[in-house]
């Protein structure tokens, strides 16, 4: 089992940049699969991105790519989100997940662990 706490999120102006981190406790995290899911206000939560056990591997839905990047360091037991060149429409509560499947890293099910999420607005 692991616990994931999500940090770094805030109020930016459109065009600038953010990074959460999400700090996942136990001693098997590299073992877990990690994903950024975020849920804007009336729409359903989706998958932003997920990176591999060891970090080779990411995968972004076509809103971000290029703009987003998923890193993790397995040694500090964290996964991050770097966000940059943000839009109003990135305004979201983002949260990680985890989860030990071999499925598709573009598969948005399957995550069984995820944080109390963090608040992400964007001012245009």
């Known amino acids: 089992q692991v616990q994931l706490v999500e940090s770094g999120g805030g109020l930016v102006q459109a065009g600038g940049s953010l990074r959460l981190s999400c700090a996942a406790s136990g001693r098997t995290f590299s073992t877990y699969v990690m994903g950024w899911f975020r849920q804007a206000p009336g729409k359903e939560r989706e998958l932003v991105g997920s990176i591999s056990r060891g970090g080779a591997n990411t995968y972004y839905v076509e809103a971000v790519k290029g703009r987003f990047t998923i890193s993790r360091d397995n040694a500090k037991n964290t996964v991050y989100l770097q966000m940059n060149s943000l839009k109003p429409e990135d305004t979201a509560v983002y949260y990680c997940?985890?989860?030990?499947?071999?499925?598709?890293?573009?598969?948005?099910?399957?995550?069984?662990?995820w944080g109390q999420g963090t608040q992400v607005t964007v001012s245009s």
């Open positions: 997940a985890a989860h030990q499947r071999s499925w598709d890293l573009g598969r948005a099910s399957g995550f069984n662990y």
